[in-house]
């Protein structure tokens, strides 16, 4: 079983900055890729980022330049840097684990088995 607890959200403003951080509760963390997804009010969650075990970081392209992920397997932590925030990224932001996922299937919500309860993110003009 993996516990996942999110912090870092909050209230910016347009231009600003916030970093996420997720940490998992989880023997061999380093087995384990790990996303951030986000959902806003009435809109579907959608793919943020995501940092492959043993392997690289990808980002959605919504975010790539001004989003990044980042892990410290020696603190079980994933994070995500966001710069340049503007009211689109206003949303509750979700961490993400899973033990198997391929490369096809990163971006996929139902690849992850274990998620987070989320913080939101709000962005103020």
């Known amino acids: 079983q993996v516990q996942l607890v999110e912090s870092g959200g909050g209230l910016v403003e347009t231009g600003g900055s916030l970093s996420l951080s997720c940490v998992a509760s989880v023997d061999s963390f380093r087995r384990y890729t790990l996303a951030w997804f986000r959902q806003a009010p009435g809109k579907e969650r959608e793919f943020v980022a995501a940092?492959?075990?043993?392997?690289?970081?990808t980002h959605a392209n919504s975010v790539k330049g001004r989003f990044t992920i980042t892990r410290d397997n020696a603190k079980n932590t994933v994070y995500l840097q966001m710069n340049r925030l503007n009211p689109d990224d206003a949303a509750v932001y979700y961490c993400?684990?899973?033990?198997?996922?391929?490369?096809?299937?990163?971006?996929?919500?139902?690849?992850?088995?274990?998620w987070g309860q989320g913080t939101q993110v709000t962005i103020s003009n």
């Open positions: 940092f492959r075990a043993w392997g690289s970081p």
């Open positions: 993400a684990a899973s033990s198997s996922v391929i490369s096809s299937t990163i971006g996929t919500e139902s690849a992850y088995a274990y």
